[in-house]
């Protein structure tokens, strides 16, 4: 009995330390499957880095009325951070054969969006340098995007200057135009300083076309079912073009006014060429000696033109011009479409349809073939090391994507990146919080910033206007 007894003693205490056991190395399984799991994550995150950073799609903030005494008291706190950004607003430090040299910056300057050309990504910058700097911007009226467009600017489109913090009283000018707005040479010189710089941006018309197509969802407005949608626009565009710009389908377009097309010339429309839009405007579109002589007159207005395809080198050239920093120039891509919402077409397909296409937007191929030769013109003309100033200036933009990407994922703990001077550029820091700067819709923040600069100043007013724009 008392060895049966003791057999029973054995058996529990084996069996509880079989348990005990097992209960360890299943905790040591999970310990060591998270641990695994982290490094695996923190390795994925850095690869992606290494090939290309995660595109993000930026959709402007609406505010309500509980969001916007929020989102102001940000402004504030975002507007007394601000001085840290430039070290020097006036002189910035730029190369020349005998090294580093001073030049003054300029601060005045009209951007022409072209819709659908990284306009989105390249004004991100444009308006983080005038935010940094306290400068005055052309601002839509209310809280509204676009400064009229597709329709020509008028008076009534802006909103008046902001009032001088040096005389309350007082009215300033305007120093920066970027938001959407047909370019017209008479208002806009009227409009902005004498020393202002022109400087827009265009695509290759049939990536142009497949961005707009994308963006603008066409295939589902315009009911297309065929496989390839792209060329079965193309091949009926007229039928396609007539029910897009009808009022049947008018409350389906956001922003597009009846009789408008985005596929037809859109880029030259944007730089203000004549093409018959509003009804009543006349039209050049038939009128080759004319287009060239306005593309002509756009060449000697514009300072610089750049191309989406060659978009560093686009940056480096403003950055030269401009006499402005790397730090300046620094972006995060924005607003970027979908790349798998149409099927991959055969390099001959695509042949063909970029030559279909020319037959409907012939104006936009003769401006982009135009200033595709000026804008390697100009870079013939640069001097001390044109091309290893854009590879130098890749690896710091990468670097600087990297560490907010980085930091966002709570991979990295410093606070501050540290990028070293160059042959081309002084050292600077990047922080935190210029990594927001990168990510935030800046229009909301110019908006808000204005009303409380403004207060008692201006008051905003429902436009009358029958035109149809956001």
Not at 1 to 23: D, F, I, P
Not at 105 to 122: H, S
Not at 227 to 242: F, K, Q, W
Request: proline share 4%.
């Amino acid at each position: 009995m008392r060895n049966c007894q003791m057999v029973q003693q054995r058996e529990t205490e084996m069996l509880a330390m079989k348990y005990k056991t097992g209960l360890l190395l299943l905790l040591l399984f999970f310990i060591y499957g998270f641990v695994v799991s982290v490094f695996y994550i923190h390795y994925r995150a850095q690869q992606a880095f290494k090939e290309k950073p995660k595109e993000q799609r930026w959709l402007p903030w609406r505010p309500n009325s509980r969001k916007s005494a929020d989102k102001l008291d940000r402004v504030l706190r975002l507007n007394k951070s601000l001085n840290h950004f430039t070290q020097n607003t006036k002189e910035n430090v730029l190369a020349s054969k005998g090294g580093l040299k001073t030049c003054r910056e300029k601060q005045n300057f009209v951007f022409i969006k072209c819709m659908k050309c990284a306009t989105e990504t390249l004004e991100t910058i444009l308006r983080r340098f005038g935010l940094t700097r306290n400068l005055n911007f052309v601002l839509p009226i209310e809280k509204r995007l676009y400064l009229g467009w597709p329709y020509p600017i008028e008076p009534g489109d802006y909103k008046p200057p902001r009032k001088s913090p040096f005389c309350p009283q007082c009215r300033t000018g305007y120093n920066i135009l970027t938001e959407h707005a047909i370019y017209n040479r008479t208002f806009m010189r009227h409009l902005m300083p004498f020393d202002t710089v022109f400087i827009t941006i265009i695509r290759e018309l049939y990536k142009h076309l497949i961005s707009t197509f994308r963006y603008f969802k066409l295939q589902k407005l315009l009911n297309i079912t065929q496989p390839d949608a792209v060329g079965e626009y193309l091949t009926n565009y007229r039928m396609y073009e007539s029910i897009y710009k009808s009022s049947a389908i008018s409350e389906k377009r956001y922003c597009i006014p009846n009789n408008f097309s985005l596929t037809e010339n859109l880029m030259s429309y944007c730089l203000g060429m004549p093409l018959g839009f509003p009804n009543g405007r006349i039209s050049i579109g038939s009128n080759p000696e004319a287009i060239v002589e306005y593309i002509k007159m756009l060449d000697q207005d514009f300072s610089l033109v750049m191309l989406v395809e060659y978009f560093h080198e686009s940056l480096i050239l403003l950055r030269r011009m401009m006499c402005w920093t790397f730090k300046d120039i620094i972006y995060m891509k924005v607003n970027v479409g979908r790349k798998n919402t149409l099927p991959k077409t055969r390099r001959e397909i695509q042949k063909w349809q970029d030559q279909l296409y020319w037959t409907y937007s012939s104006v936009d191929y003769v401006l982009y073939e135009y200033f595709n030769r000026t804008f390697w013109k100009k870079i013939a003309r640069q001097r001390d090391g044109f091309f290893e100033e854009v590879r130098h200036f890749k690896n710091v933009h990468k670097d600087v994507t990297e560490f907010c990407y980085s930091f966002k994922m709570n991979f990295r703990s410093n606070q501050t990146l540290f990028v070293p001077s160059s042959r081309w550029d002084a050292g600077f820091n990047f922080m935190i919080f210029d990594c927001n700067l990168l990510s935030h819709y800046l229009l909301s923040y110019l908006h808000e910033r204005y009303y409380e600069h403004m207060k008692g100043f201006y008051k905003d007013t429902k436009t009358k206007s029958s035109r149809i724009f956001c």
